[in-house]
């Protein structure tokens, strides 16, 4: 190999000299892409195991490894120590005996020392004593960065041969410290002595360059380290610990089961993640952030109240005296204007002056509009003031307010100064004289006529202002406060989720890994963990097929164990790319290397995860050898094998794929298939049954599979495809090449007749066969040959799965007694009952053999507790087990009963070995060779009761209804012959050929148990020759009563004919047609004349009322009596069909007046009362492939095959006719599993599952209509 590979195997964590935990340091490592990596801390493993589960949760493959101080000849010395078990009682003691953790803490400053030239005080451990102690510790001792040690006398090389005698494994050559020049320098001096090389980085402390937390190498050198240490562990001293591993992995893996049983302590206690605690700490950060918070409130706080409320209100104060200033001129400019007109000769000064007093007397301003001016001369007297009328004319000198300020004195001294200037003083509101405030006015002296005019603002104005500013930004100082401290509450609820969610998922990450492994860890199958290639968990059973220990696995990849099968190596690479596998990634057959380099047939089936945002797989690995299959075949076919090598004929069971690799076989199909070496028996008793594996000198044979045993490929590819598309092959002659003893080529010839298998066989698709030696067979070695495989063929029904229903299960209780248990058994109808213990936990099985044995026969009482007699633990099977299943484990445990349990431990099913006598003499193949035995009405009744419980235990086990309803329809024709023979005995022969006509669901041969009854008669009236009379006129009429009165009595005898029938069928548990469709009426019942011109008028001239019975007519074939006549019958059908086109466009006008029938609004799913009618939903399906089948001149009836000739001819498209298929298959399932209840059901009836599928339907079906109108011109309406 030449590619390169990221890794690490020489880093430390805070638990010696490193400053990274060692969860941090692995996933720093995962982070920059390491595919392996070791913690090599200084003299101890405190962190490997902790380190070795944060990088198994992220993919990571880890060595065990740790960093030894020891000192030698040449002084102290470091040795890296890898692949050792890091619990071994002698490592640890040796590392308590080195130094403790603070002397590991100082070996930065040793190292400095040293580089001064000052030599530590010599060590506990000697070098050759360490290197010892690794190997026996299972690992391999590597020097550590070997240039820099620093050598008194001596060099590398002899310090390297010195180490070498003692048993040094290899050198860290690639360090990343060391130049290219130097790695390379070290790589020889290796090589020359037969060492090898470990990768590093002496990793301490992020972001040191020349310690990186990688290295690159070549992927080489990593796998010839890797060797050496897997043989290192493979060596005998080593291999009984890997075996003790071992052995405590299969402990711990049964420790499960023993929980289960209740052993106290036997599995650690996993806490629900409801019940984590996920308590929050306020952080140093989240502090910081709420200090922060609460300063930047306080200071905002303060800014208001301290600053900007006052700074605001010197603002609004300048802005009201800047504005009764800017008043206050405006008012002289108007003045002055008056003064101009005097000055220009226009008016004199009293007039001017007058005129000047009146305007400015008038002027207001404010929100009231009560804010004025006042004038004043320089006396001052009063002029103008517009509320105090009763001071002017009057000199205001002395005028006072009520704090004794001479007012109209300061204006004047304020002018006197600047010509202008404010005043604060008391005065009254406005014109209100009775309300007295502070006011601050502005005056301005009028030289040219020596006036004083001046305005004011009331000063509670403006404090009103700023308190209403005041309140303003106090109540945006609370909002902004309050966002602040929902800021904070948000920040620390974040901080809060962000802890939970950080705890949360710290434990659902080690919640998922052990689950992971538990699972894992619990299955009887060889399992790994798979993260991109790499194993990072196998279980035991995986660990004994390929031969590894824990430790050596998670070092190698899967696609070292797997090896394909000659020429399907494209098909391996298809399946190990597509890791992680989907859920519905097709198995892999192939070769599984072990460590011995043995290679055996393997399953290989993926189930995909996702773990910490990677995505893993897990692969179950099948061990897939062959062997003799004596009880698969006895269970198979009823035979032992002593009759199946009378009879010449070998069971055998292989995959469904294009190798058909074998699965299982008897001893008579080895020798037919030539997998045993002898080209021929010698004796009937030359081979015996007895299971026995593939030898090695046929294991090349055996791989290969059933299709490479063909002579030409050609005959092969013929069988598997017939077997694919039909489901089965019917014996067929097959040339077959084998070897002989002496290897030589040997071709035989055999008749295989193979039916695909309705379970998987180790998780793929299989197919069962009987293999036949051709030979001139005597009538009754045939006879024996034809039941063979009838029974093999009605065996498949222990393939299905056990139906379950934990409520129907009869339960007591555990104090319950003897008597109670009895009278339970009584009422149940079975011998056996579950019992229950106090906590509501099925702890046990008793059976009336239990009673009998432990109770009575002991001499117990009625009264005595019947738990004392229960056997415990239970033997159980998970939900899904099938009926062969509940048979191996009663062989494998000795046991009469078997429980199928669900996920929560609860019994849901219990098997016992009457159920299963039942189900094998209640197959349909069974019953179907029972009715043409029956003896009477009532025996045909208690077959048709089997049929309809034999069909709901096929439909509830996974059995397709198609398959179902088919069985059913064959035992229905059957039973409908057998009542008709009953018949014919007490009416006598038929006078003339005729058919009776199976219609509707039947006549579609998809009759359900619940399917009522839907007949006809159709037959050819006898010849008959009148003797001639004298008189022609005599004659004829003569000759006419004759032949109407033979007419009417054979009309007579057949509806006598009919009327048994119909009769008898009701006594067997068939009901009448509703409406009146039966042989028994006389509209159902005559000539083929008489049914050609019925069908001519209907077709004709079709009543839409009468439509349903109409579509029903045209699904018939003869059930009993003579196809001819039916045959001959469809013909009539069919060409007036061809004669009256527009009919075809009345039954699709018909389908599309149906779409009403089929709401699909999702208030209809959702409303808790709505109904739905399954048979009439169904049936939509049915008369679409009616009607199309009807206009293409297709004969078949029945749907399925209807829709698929539909779509070979084009006449549907494929994905439409297979969505078409599904939706009819679903509903007819439905059917069959309900199909004693009402007609309609309520929707909550149904499962969710069930309401989607039914959804999909119905929008199928709307779909389908949508076609019709379409295709059909003029059916729309």
């Known amino acids: 190999m030449n590619g390169r590979i990221r890794l690490n195997l020489h ?251 209740g052993a106290p302590g036997a599995a650690l206690r996993r806490k629900d993640p409801a019940q984590v605690k996920t308590g929050f700490r306020l952080g140093k950060f989240s502090v910081r952030i709420i200090a922060a918070s609460l300063l930047a409130l306080g200071l905002f706080v303060v800014a208001i109240f301290a600053v900007s409320i006052p700074y605001f209100e010197r603002i609004l104060l300048e802005r009201k005296k800047e504005m009764i200033r800017e008043l ?282 996702s773990l910490v945002g990677k995505k893993g797989t897990v692969l179950a690995v099948k061990d897939a050898r062959i062997a003799d299959a004596p009880e698969a075949a006895g269970a198979a076919t009823g035979m032992n094998a002593g009759l199946a090598e009378l009879l010449r004929m070998g069971y055998f069971r292989a995959r469904l794929n294009r190798r058909a690799s074998l699965v299982a076989a008897d001893a ?196 005595t507790a019947a738990s004392l007699a229960m056997t415990a633990p239970i033997v159980s099977a998970a939900e899904g087990a099938t009926w062969a299943d509940a048979l191996r484990l009663m062989r494998e445990k000795d046991t009469t009963h078997v429980a199928v349990r669900d996920g929560n431990d609860r019994v849901t099913a219990l098997v016992g070995n009457e159920d299963l006598v039942r189900m094998r003499a209640d197959s349909f193949g069974s019953l179907l060779g029972a009715v043409p035995l029956a003896r009477d009405l009532a025996e045909l009744g208690r077959l048709r009761a089997r049929t309809g419980a034999r069909a709901r235990l096929s439909i509830s086990g996974g059995m397709r209804s198609r398959v179902v309803s088919g069985f059913v329809s064959s035992i229905g024709d059957a039973i409908v012959a057998r009542v008709a023979a009953f018949a014919l005995d007490e009416l006598g022969p038929s006078p003339s050929p005729y058919a009776f006509l199976a219609l509707g669901s039947l006549g579609r041969s998809e009759s359900l148990p619940s399917s009522d009854q839907d007949n006809a008669i159709v037959y050819l009236p006898a010849r008959r020759d009148v003797p001639a009379s004298e008189e022609a006129e005599d004659a004829d009429a003569a000759a006419d009563a004759a032949v109407e009165a033979a007419a009417e009595a054979e009309r007579a005898w057949f509806l006598r004919l009919g009327t048994r029938i119909c009769d008898g069928l009701l006594e067997t548990g068939v009901p009448y047609c509703p409406g009146g469709v039966m042989a028994k009426n006389a509209a159902w019942c005559g000539t083929l004349a008489e049914w050609e011109r019925k069908f001519g008028a209907w077709i004709a001239a079709p009543d839409p009322e009468e439509m349903l019975a109409l579509n029903m007519s045209f699904d018939f074939r003869a059930a009993c009596g003579d196809v001819a006549v039916a045959d001959a019958l469809r013909v009539s059908v069919a060409r007036a069909l061809e004669e009256t086109p527009a009919f075809i466009t009345q039954l699709a006008r018909d389908a599309l007046r149906r779409k009403t029938a089929f709401p699909q609004t999702t208030a209809f799913f959702q409303g808790g009362e709505a109904e739905i009618d399954l048979k009439e939903t169904a049936a939509q399906f049915a008369l679409y492939a009616r009607l199309y089948a009807l206009r293409d001149g297709i004969a078949e009836t029945n749907t399925w095959r209807r829709y698929e000739e539909l779509a070979r001819r084009g006449s549907f498209g494929a994905a439409l006719a297979a969505d078409c298929l599904d939706s009819y298959e679903t509903l007819m399932g439905m059917r069959a599993e309900r199909q004693a209840a009402a007609p309609k059901l309520p929707l909550k009836a149904f499962r969710p599952r069930e309401q989607a599928l039914l959804r999909e339907a119905l929008a199928q079906a709307s779909l389908v209509q949508k076609k019709i109108a379409f295709d059909f011109p003029g059916s729309a309406i």
């Open 668 to 863: 008579v199909a080895r020798r037919l298939l030539g997998l045993d070496g002898a080209s021929a028996p010698d004796s009937a008793g030359a081979h015996h049954a007895g299971a026995h594996h593939a030898g090695p000198d046929h294991a090349g044979a055996e791989r290969a599979g059933f299709g490479s045993l063909f002579a030409e490929a050609a005959d092969w590819e013929s069988f598997y495809t017939e077997l694919v598309s039909a489901g089965r092959v019917v014996r067929k002659a097959v040339l077959l090449r084998g070897t002989t003893d002496g290897g030589s080529p040997d071709l035989r010839r055999a008749l295989v007749t193979a039916a695909v298998d309705d379970a998987e066989s180790q998780g793929s698709r299989s197919f069962s066969a009987i293999i036949e030696e051709p030979a001139a067979d005597s009538d009754e070695l045939a006879a024996l040959k034809d039941e063979f495989l009838c029974l093999e063929a009605s065996s498949r029904c222990l393939d299905e799965r056990i139906p379950t229903d934990g409520e129907r299960v009869p339960r007591i209780a555990m104090e319950a007694s003897a008597r109670s248990a009895a009278e339970g058994m009584v009422r149940s109808g079975g011998g056996a009952l579950v019992v229950r213990s106090p906590a509501g936990q099925d702890i046990g099985i008793l059976t009336d053999a239990d009673l009998c044995s432990r109770i009575i026969a002991e001499g117990r009482g009625p009264d």
């Open 11 to 261: 880093c430390h964590s805070n638990l010696s000299d490193g400053v990274l935990t060692p969860e941090a340091l692995a996933g720093l490592l995962a982070d920059e892409g390491a595919v392996v990596a070791a913690l090599t801390d200084h003299d101890t493993v405190e962190g490997a195991a902790r380190f070795r589960d944060a990088l198994s949760l992220r993919g990571v493959a880890f060595v065990d490894a740790v960093e030894l101080t020891t000192f030698c000849s040449y002084g102290e010395i470091h040795v890296l120590a890898y692949g050792i078990d890091p619990e071994s009682p002698e490592l640890l003691t040796a590392l308590s005996v080195i130094g403790d953790r603070a002397e590991a803490e100082l070996q930065g400053f040793m190292d400095y020392v040293r580089r001064l030239g000052i030599r530590p005080h010599a060590g506990k451990l000697a070098t050759e004593a360490a290197i010892a102690l690794i190997h026996r510790c299972g690992g391999i001792a590597v020097l550590a960065h070997p240039l820099n040690i620093v050598f008194a006398s001596g060099d590398l090389a002899a310090l390297v041969d010195e180490l070498s005698a003692q048993g040094l494994d290899g050198l860290e050559a690639v360090y990343s410290p060391y130049s290219e020049a130097e790695r390379n320098s070290l790589r020889s001096l290796a090589e020359t002595r037969g060492l090898c090389v470990s990768m590093g980085t002496d990793f301490h402390v992020p972001d040191d360059p020349s310690h990186r937390i990688v290295i690159e190498s070549e992927e080489s050198e990593w796998l010839a380290f890797r060797a050496r240490l897997l043989r290192r562990s493979g060596e005998p001293a080593v291999a009984a610990a890997s075996a003790a591993t071992a052995q405590a992995t299969e402990a711990a893996a049964a420790a499960p089961a023993a929980e289960a049983a």
């Open 328 to 609: 206050t001129t405006e008012a002289v400019s108007l003045i002055a204007e008056y003064a101009a007109d005097e000055s220009s000769g226009r008016t004199d000064r009293a007039e001017a002056q007058a005129n000047a007093i009146a305007h400015i007397r008038d002027i207001r301003y404010g929100r009231e509009g009560k804010d004025y001016f006042w004038i004043t001369d320089s006396v001052p007297r009063m002029l103008m003031h517009p509320y105090r009328k009763d001071l002017e004319g009057k000199d205001v000198s002395d005028f006072q307010d009520d704090n004794g300020l001479r007012v109209f004195w300061e204006f004047k001294r304020a002018v006197r100064e600047e010509d202008q200037g404010y005043v604060e003083y008391l005065w009254q509101w406005k014109d209100d004289a009775k309300r007295i405030v502070p006011k601050l006015s502005f005056v301005k002296r009028f030289d040219p006529w020596g006036w004083i005019i001046g305005t004011g603002i009331y000063l509670d104005d403006v404090q009103d202002e700023i308190r209403a500013l005041t309140g303003r930004m106090v109540w945006l100082s609370v909002l902004i406060a309050l966002i602040l401290m929902l800021l904070l509450v948000f920040i620390a609820l974040q901080s809060l989720s962000l802890e939970k969610k950080k705890r949360a998922a710290d434990f659902a990450m080690r919640e998922s890994k052990e689950r992971y492994r538990a699972l894992v860890e619990a299955s009887s199958e060889g399992m790994v963990i798979v993260v991109d290639g790499a194993c990072t968990f196998a279980n035991a059973p995986f660990l004994r097929l390929s031969g590894y220990a824990e430790a050596e696995v998670v070092l190698l990849k899967i696609a070292e164990f797997l090896v394909p099968y000659p020429g399907e190596e494209e098909e391996a690479m298809e399946f190990l790319a597509s890791l992680p596998g989907k859920a519905d990634e097709p198995p892999l057959a192939c070769l599984f290397r072990r460590r011995s380099g043995d290679l055996v047939d393997v399953v290989v089936n993926a189930s995909s995860f």
